[in-house]
Every structure is written in structure tokens, then in C-alpha cells.
Nanobody, 122 residues
Framework: VQLQASGGGLVQAGGSLRLACAAS????????IAWFRQAPGKEREFVAA????????YYADSVKGRFTISGNSAENTVYLQMNSLKPEDTAAYYC????????????????WGKGTQVTVSS
């Protein structure tokens, strides 16, 4: 499966963005799709994941209540709606595909898209 992330940009604190992860080659529902982010000088960290087949989603504590992950099987796309953005959310955001038991560990994700930059100004 190939993944393409898009939707990043510059937004003020408190604003919203919606990221998209478009899958091609295979249906994304065969995998758990996760979003990770990486700020300069920091390690890549888990943000959210969705297991579409079992209607389950998972979130990092830092984004719970602010971010929502969803999938559209007809579009073969996973979305990350980000609300109430904070300057500490600034990072390059990546989507990845993997198995159901490893969604929060970037080292265990099998497929990656290129990142999309999110910058939140204070």
C-alpha cells in the first residue's frame, strides 16, 4: 500500500486543520492506519490510529478530546481532524500502516507516507 499525507499548513493557536492520508494500491481497511508526528530535535511520536474493521480508534493522551481520526472506505482515505491546536502540536505529521498490535510503535509500522507540516503560531 502507498500512502500520501496532505492538509498541513500554518494556523493560529486554537484553530483547526484536517489532515488526509490517501491510500493506493490496497484498501486501507486491511491495516491499522496511524498518525505520527515529529518535531525538530524530537523523536517521532504516536498521535492517533484507527482500526476500521473493528470500528476502533486510539489516541495519545496529549491529543485526546482535540483530535479525531476517521476513515472513508469509498475514498480509501483516513482523516485526522485537529481542533483547538496548540503551538506544541507543531510538527511534521506522517501516516503509516501496520498491524493491529503495533499501531503506536513507529518502528513496527510497515508502510509510511511522506510527512505534511503543521505549524501552530501562538
Amino acid at each position: 500500500v502507498q500512502l500520501q499525507a496532505s492538509g498541513g499548513g500554518l494556523v493560529q493557536a486554537g484553530g483547526s486543520l484536517r489532515l488526509a492520508c490517501a491510500a493506493s494500491g490496497r484498501s486501507f481497511i486491511r491495516y491499522v492506519i496511524a498518525w505520527f508526528r515529529q518535531a525538530p530535535g524530537k523523536e517521532r511520536e504516536f498521535v492517533a490510529a484507527i482500526n476500521y474493521n473493528v470500528d476502533s480508534s486510539y489516541y495519545a493522551d496529549s491529543v485526546k478530546g482535540r483530535f479525531t481520526i476517521s476513515g472513508n472506505s469509498a475514498e480509501n482515505t483516513v482523516y485526522l481532524q485537529m481542533n483547538s491546536l496548540k503551538p506544541e502540536d507543531t510538527a511534521a505529521y506522517y501516516c503509516a500502516a501496520g498491524g493491529s498490535l503495533s499501531y503506536s510503535d513507529p518502528d513496527r509500522m510497515a508502510y509510511w507516507g511522506k510527512g505534511t507540516q503543521v505549524t501552530v503560531s501562538s
